[in-house]
């Protein structure tokens, strides 16, 4: 935390805040935030979702939204009955952003604080990969109901996911559990393929002692609707991706539900 | 979360803090055993250096006397942030850590 910064408010009018978060790139962390966001929109939440990445920002290819000018749209942007925030709102996508850490999590502060989120019932937000000051601002300076891991099913991908959970529980953020996504894929013969292996996503969630929230399984429509404009959950809601996500946001509500994160007593000095 | 250590009540007191814990046990830890054990990353590097028999007290230091807290906040769900009397703040204190710094009394 700098000095100065703000201390850890609720958000004005949301209820839950959930972090959807990884240890590792490329996993899925924000297909997953995306349409975990819009399963719970579709059981009639009021949902918002917050791309937390500040480098390299999804939301706006996955919602079919650009750039647009701060002084004449504000924001949060609505597409698909979210409300939506991200870096890529402002940045030209093929322009860089080239920041140092402390303007990262300004940037992500700001998010937070500024935007008019509410009234919501949940708060989605997309981390990018790591455990660095994106996340570190977040643990610190927003109430956050829980994070849930995305992890893939190979080693490689474990051991990053491993280190977010520790951090999660580090500074004592609930882990809402791990969602193992790419587990497999169904071929034209009905056939499962478990092209990265099989059962990480569990033995990390057994190891670690946060419930395991499914399988997502692989499907190449997924990431067309992902870079379309229209995740698979929307375009698709009768396809097994979307079924497992639909399952996935029911768990996730009702763990929400029981699981808030304890505020700490202040000190009578 | 079920089965953590975390502080029900810090109340100041004398020279120090009294902590009553979750799992009933009660701590004191004085402030310069604190400030002693700041984790910010500039006091670790300063307690990893030699000693240095010349440093010269800053005036701010020399003002502010024996270590005391201004201010202590939450940080989060697992830490507090202590602001002390010479103007020093960037120690963030892990609820383990403070357990860890404390003495248990009856």
Same mark, same amino acid.
């Given at each position: 935390?700098?000095?100065?910064?703000?201390?850890?408010?609720?958000?004005?009018?949301?209820?839950?805040?959930?972090?959807?978060?990884?240890?590792?790139?490329?996993?899925?962390?924000?297909?997953?935030?995306?349409?975990?966001?819009?399963?719970?929109?579709?059981?009639?939440?009021?949902?918002?979702?917050?791309?937390?990445?500040?480098?390299?920002?999804?939301?706006?290819?996955?919602?079919?939204?650009?750039?647009?000018?701060?002084?004449?749209?504000?924001?949060?942007?609505?597409?698909?009955?979210?409300?939506?925030?991200?870096?890529?709102?402002?940045?030209?996508?093929?322009?860089?952003?080239?920041?140092?850490?402390?303007?990262?999590?300004?940037?992500?502060?700001?998010?937070?604080?500024?935007?008019?989120?509410?009234?919501?019932?949940?708060?989605?937000?997309?981390?990018?990969?790591?455990?660095?000051?994106?996340?570190?601002?977040?643990?610190?300076?927003?109430?956050?109901?829980?994070?849930?891991?995305?992890?893939?099913?190979?080693?490689?991908?474990?051991?990053?996911?491993?280190?977010?959970?520790?951090?999660?529980?580090?500074?004592?953020?609930?882990?809402?559990?791990?969602?193992?996504?790419?587990?497999?894929?169904?071929?034209?013969?009905?056939?499962?393929?478990?092209?990265?292996?099989?059962?990480?996503?569990?033995?990390?969630?057994?190891?670690?002692?946060?419930?395991?929230?499914?399988?997502?399984?692989?499907?190449?429509?997924?990431?067309?609707?992902?870079?379309?404009?229209?995740?698979?959950?929307?375009?698709?809601?009768?396809?097994?991706?979307?079924?497992?996500?639909?399952?996935?946001?029911?768990?996730?509500?009702?763990?929400?539900?029981?699981?808030?994160?304890?505020?700490?007593?202040?000190?009578?000095? | 979360?079920?089965?953590?250590?975390?502080?029900?009540?810090?109340?100041?007191?004398?020279?120090?803090?009294?902590?009553?814990?979750?799992?009933?046990?009660?701590?004191?830890?004085?402030? #310069?055993? /604190?400030?002693?054990?700041?984790?910010? %990353?500039?006091?670790? =590097?300063?307690?990893?250096?030699? +000693?240095?028999? @010349? #440093?010269? /007290?800053?005036?701010?230091?020399?003002? %502010?006397?024996?270590? =005391?807290?201004?201010?202590?906040? +939450?940080?989060? @769900?697992?830490?507090?942030?202590?602001?002390?009397?010479?103007?020093?703040?960037?120690?963030?204190?892990?609820?383990?850590?403070?357990?860890?710094?404390?003495?248990?009394?009856?």
């Amino acid at each position: 935390m700098n000095p100065g910064q703000p201390p850890k408010q609720p958000i004005p009018g949301v209820k839950h805040v959930i972090a959807v978060a990884s240890g590792k790139g490329g996993v899925g962390k924000s297909t997953v935030a995306a349409n975990l966001a819009l399963a719970l929109r579709m059981t009639g939440q009021a949902v918002g979702l917050m791309d937390a990445d500040i480098y390299g920002p999804s939301v706006p290819i996955m919602f079919g939204l650009g750039t647009v000018d701060p002084q004449t749209t504000p924001f949060p942007l609505h597409k698909h009955g979210l409300r939506l925030m991200s870096m890529g709102f402002m940045v030209d996508p093929n322009q860089a952003v080239i920041w140092r850490g402390p303007k990262v999590a300004q940037a992500v502060q700001a998010f937070l604080n500024q935007i008019p989120w509410g009234p919501l019932d949940y708060l989605i937000i997309d981390l990018p990969p790591g455990t660095g000051d994106a996340q570190l601002t977040l643990s610190q300076s927003a109430p956050l109901t829980g994070a849930v891991i995305v992890t893939t099913p190979q080693d490689v991908s474990l051991i990053d996911a491993r280190k977010g959970v520790r951090m999660f529980q580090e500074v004592r953020v609930p882990v809402l559990g791990v969602i193992e996504n790419m587990s497999y894929f169904v071929g034209d013969d009905g056939k499962r393929y478990d092209i990265f292996g099989a059962g990480g996503g569990q033995k990390l969630a057994a190891e670690v002692g946060v419930p395991f929230l499914g399988e997502l399984p692989i499907d190449p429509r997924v990431a067309q609707c992902g870079d379309s404009g229209e995740p698979i959950v929307r375009k698709y809601p009768d396809s097994p991706v979307a079924q497992a996500y639909l399952a996935l946001a029911s768990t996730v509500m009702a763990t929400a539900g029981q699981s808030p994160g304890e505020a700490l007593p202040e000190v009578q000095l | 979360m079920p089965g953590v250590v975390r502080p029900v009540s810090l109340k100041r007191e004398g020279d120090g803090l009294k902590i009553e814990w979750n799992d009933g046990v009660t701590t004191f830890t004085t402030w #310069r055993q /604190l400030r002693a054990n700041c984790p910010c %990353a500039s006091c670790i =590097e300063d307690r990893a250096k030699p +000693p240095d028999p @010349f #440093r010269v /007290l800053t005036p701010q230091e020399v003002a %502010a006397g024996a270590p =005391e807290p201004v201010q202590m906040k +939450p940080v989060g @769900f697992y830490a507090y942030q202590i602001t002390w009397n010479d103007g020093h703040s960037t120690g963030i204190y892990p609820v383990d850590k403070l357990r860890q710094l404390s003495k248990e009394i009856q």
